[in-house]
């Protein structure tokens, strides 16, 4: 019955691959450890992540004199300058550390082949000859936006196969999973996370778990962009919500939101970079191979913020192939073979097979920019720990660790999951182990309380027509158009203007299903006035940057602007306000400073040989623009060292 409170020394929310590490590693050092997933965990959206996860190992021809510190400087250049260098640096050191490890726990990964191998490098055949002394190490594939091949893969399952293994491990150690069951609040006392109220969507009863050491792990946010995304239909953004909810826990860097750039049109799914990486050509409507004049070093394998402009801009342009779906784009991977696509990239060819009916070896991939991944969430530390509430950590895409900044590079997020779940593990046993289960069970029965009331008083609403479907679809067609790859000053007021609209008719939406049991249109009522917090602070970071950097690109502000905005935006949301809060935080030390990122270099300012070349040129670009200039310099030369 509605009222169970059981406990814990650790609480991991979310099943995916951050959360099961995390718990691993806890559970590793003698803890209880309980996870709650919405679905059986070998389903969470991880399994989804396609081609490739980002390790400096530096095993193959074209990824030689990789090292640790080149990947931190692509990940720095990437994110536009917006990451927070600490993080990225212990990212990059620990991500070989992290892959091995999976190699330890069962990961097929696909090898090095000594010998003469042939592959397509910017649009040309090659052959290189691979080392017979690496034959048998990881192998690498090139993403966009790296230096050196640096993704390491599992045909074009890298996710499928690195959840398997991992979950195995979860099952070997005994850890409890309670599956379908979705955390619905966080208990806390104003100082301290002691766990969280919980709801079974088998039953539609609340449960209460304390803990000393609560972890959120819940993926991103891309729902919030209706039918416009790759993300799962759990990728809702529960855990950034529920932190929100507290009126303490900010989220930070909101409006920076990645679009992918291949997504299957019209259905959303993803299809890999490692497709591109593998040597797929981008074509628009005349079959023309507009990345290689957009893009002439990178081309296809620019940052994917910088590919999704251009393929946007193409498809603006009259460029795209007409459907009775939008426009979209072309992905030809034809000259790859059969034979490949079958091997190392199986999952593409699979995907175009079952959801476009089309075999990928013989006929052109339809595709189009899409919302892919969340580089903002719950603010946390380099240990993982949430600001504002001790006891409370998160990982994985809920997080904003901020090694990403304002752009995700493609692979870093499988990594991230991985390196994040062992680091912010140790710290979760380490704090869970020095602390003892002090709370007034009064917290946790008001909580239950409170939720059981949310809950009851949907079921009673008589609605005025509405349902929380038409909100949702709502919802996503405002956050495609108004704040989407392109954003601009006026499209995003009215944005929050219509969000903040529909948030408050929320109350006046009922529903058709009455069961107060297994009910999905109850279980998605509970979930949609957060849904429409997180668009509303994501559209509101949006309004007030008032600059272009990584993959927030304002029309009307097209330069990137290190004087007045290399920080990082924290939104909070106290429990009675109408509308959230905005603060911002500088985005900590700069060991590599401000400069160009290599690519993109019609988005901010044409590529120069230097940095003082570089900052000229932005300066000249905001006096053209109006924009006061600074009267430092936003970068130096590069230390030696980088």
């Not at 398997?164 to 996370?193: K, W």
């Not at 074509?283 to 251009?310: C, G, I, Y």
């Not at 602390?435 to 079921?459: H, I, K, M, P, S």
């Amino acid at each position: 019955m509605n009222g169970e409170l059981t406990s814990t020394d650790v609480l991991i929310i979310g099943g995916g691959l951050a959360g099961e590490r995390c718990a691993l590693e806890a559970a590793s050092r003698g803890l209880d450890v309980l996870i709650l997933s919405l679905v059986p965990p070998r389903r969470s959206h991880s399994c989804a992540a396609q081609g490739g996860m980002q390790a400096a190992l530096g095993n193959c021809a074209m990824a030689d004199g990789d090292n640790p510190a080149l990947h931190f400087l692509d990940t720095v250049r990437g994110s536009d300058w917006g990451a927070d260098q600490e993080v990225a640096n212990i990212f990059a050191e620990e991500a070989p550390v992290a892959v091995r490890e999976l190699a330890y726990y069962g990961v097929p990964w696909t090898r090095v082949r000594g010998g003469a191998n042939q592959y397509f490098i910017k649009g040309k055949k090659v052959t290189i000859e691979e080392s017979l002394q690496h034959d048998g190490l990881i192998m690498h594939r090139d993403f966009g936006g790296t230096a050196k091949w640096r993704a390491c893969y599992a045909s074009a399952g890298t996710g499928h196969a690195a959840l398997y293994a991992l979950d195995s491990e979860v099952i070997r150690m005994g850890i409890e999973v309670r599956d379908r069951t979705e955390a619905l609040r966080l208990v806390h006392d104003g100082e301290r996370c002691v766990g969280a109220i919980a709801r079974c969507l088998r039953t539609g009863r609340h449960f209460a778990v304390a803990a000393r050491a609560t972890v959120i792990a819940t993926g991103g946010y891309g729902r919030i962009y209706g039918k416009y995304t790759t993300n799962a239909t759990i990728n809702d953004g529960s855990g950034a919500v529920i932190a929100l909810d507290t009126g303490i826990v900010p989220l930070a860097n909101m409006e920076a939101v990645q679009f992918h750039p291949t997504a299957l049109s019209p259905s959303s799914i993803l299809v890999t970079e490692g497709a591109r990486g593998d040597g797929g050509y981008l074509l628009d409507r005349n079959l023309h191979r507009f990345m290689v004049d957009a893009e002439p070093d990178k081309q296809e394998l620019a940052s994917r913020d910088v590919v999704s402009r251009h393929m946007a801009q193409c498809m603006r342009d009259g460029n795209g192939v007409d459907s009775a779906d939008g426009p979209h784009l072309w992905l030809d991977v034809r000259h790859l073979g059969e034979q490949h696509l079958r091997t190392k990239l199986r999952e593409v060819f699979d995907i175009c097979q079952d959801f476009a009916g089309i075999n990928p070896a013989d006929a052109l991939i339809p595709v189009r920019p899409t919302q892919h991944y969340s580089m903002g969430g719950i603010r946390v530390n380099k240990d993982g720990a949430a600001y504002g509430l001790t006891g409370l950590f998160a990982v994985g895409e809920a997080a904003c660790w901020d090694m990403h900044g304002f752009n995700r590079l493609g692979g870093n997020s499988l990594a991230e999951t991985l390196v994040s779940g062992r680091i912010v593990g140790r710290q979760v046993a380490e704090m869970a182990a020095d602390t003892e289960l002090r709370a007034n069970t009064v917290l946790y029965f008001d909580a239950l309380a409170e939720a059981d009331e949310y809950a009851r008083n949907w079921l009673q609403r008589t609605g005025n027509g509405t349902n929380v479907f038409q909100l949702r679809d709502t919802m996503g067609e405002i956050m495609m158009h108004k704040v989407g790859i392109f954003r601009s000053g006026d499209e995003l007021a009215a944005a929050v203007t219509e969000l903040q609209q529909l948030h408050d008719n929320c109350d006046d939406v009922g529903l058709r299903n009455r069961q107060p049991g297994m009910n999905p249109e109850l279980t998605f009522a509970l979930r949609i006035k957060g849904m429409l917090r997180l668009a509303i602070t994501v559209a509101s970071g949006a309004l007030a940057r008032t600059e272009s950097r990584g993959a927030h690109c304002r029309t009307d502000f097209p330069v990137r602007d290190d004087a007045n905005w290399l920080n990082r935006t924290l939104v909070r949301w106290a429990r009675e306000a109408q509308t959230p809060e905005l603060s911002y935080e500088p985005v900590g030390q700069l060991v590599l400073p401000p400069g160009h990122r290599g690519y993109g270099a019609s988005d901010h300012a044409p590529m120069h040989s230097t940095i003082e070349d570089y900052n000229a040129a932005v300066l000249d670009l905001q006096s053209a623009a109006g924009r006061p200039a600074s009267s430092e310099p936003l970068g130096q030369r590069l230390p030696e060292a980088i």
